[in-house]
């Protein structure tokens, strides 16, 4: 298995590394988690019926998470021209298939053309190509996105707080340290793919909306502010292939 920092810790994982070799690596910057719950009646319409609605504490949770990517490429290779830095907008929300559990993404816009195209190649993911700019501002970040009229997302937001780990237990980690993710495979089978990375440096964070449409274009019914914010400044990630799980 080819080194990479990512690997340095392992041991906070739920389960064992894949014993094949890893496929993609990213550095993710300046993410924010937005959070909101949301009764699992109101996912289930969108979600396998393979795939268990997680909950916590009988909630379940959907999240909005802006971001941008740098360091993006295969095991072997440099990089990816002309697709090794973009800008990512995700919604997203939690599921598990026996004891695994993960996240499952109900829309990604990305900058990029080519690194959307290789997403939905290699992932199946629903990844869209949007405009999208960010820009930071001392500690803040100046953030926008739009994939058309009704799919949009503008905010200026930054950390209030000192990095830490989140607690085992926590609804923190439970929302955060997840090491794979599920997408959709051939007619009604699904693929996943394991994620590593070191546990999340999470800060509390703060955030001034003036434009958020991706839970309303995802068809899920929250509005309202968000009822948890976190930013993290940096992490690196390794991402394996995807394979067949049912």
């Given amino acids: ?17 894949p014993s094949r070799d890893w496929l993609l690596r990213q550095v993710w910057h300046d993410l924010l988690f937005l959070h909101w719950p949301i009764e699992a009646a109101l996912l289930r319409p969108w979600i396998p019926g393979a795939l268990a609605i997680d909950e916590f504490s009988g909630s379940a949770w959907v999240a909005v998470t802006p971001f941008w990517m740098s360091g993006i490429g295969f095991r072997k290779w440099p990089g990816v021209p002309l697709a090794s830095r973009f800008a990512e907008l995700n919604v997203r929300t939690y599921v598990r298939l026996a004891d695994r559990p993960g996240v499952w993404f109900f829309s990604l816009d990305a900058a990029s053309r080519l690194g959307v195209f290789g997403a939905r190649l290699l992932y199946g993911l629903p990844y869209r190509t949007a405009r999208m700019w960010h820009r930071a501002l001392g500690e803040e ?50 693929r996943r793919a394991e994620i590593h990375h070191a546990p999340w440096p999470l800060q509390p964070a703060a955030a001034t909306i003036t434009r958020n449409d991706m839970l309303k274009a995802a068809s899920l019914g929250v509005a309202g502010p968000p009822t948890l914010l976190h930013f993290s400044r940096r992490l690196e990630v390794v991402i394996w292939p995807a394979e067949r799980v049912t």
């Fill in 1 to 17: 298995m080819l080194a990479h920092p990512a690997l340095e810790q392992v041991a906070h994982r739920p389960w064992p590394l």
């Fill in 141 to 190: 970040i100046l953030y926008r996105s739009e994939r058309g009229p009704r799919a949009g997302f503008e905010a200026r937001y930054g950390p209030t707080g000192p990095a830490a780990y989140s607690n085992p237990g926590s609804l923190e980690h439970w929302l955060t340290e997840r090491y794979c993710l599920y997408a959709p495979g051939d007619g009604s089978r699904l």
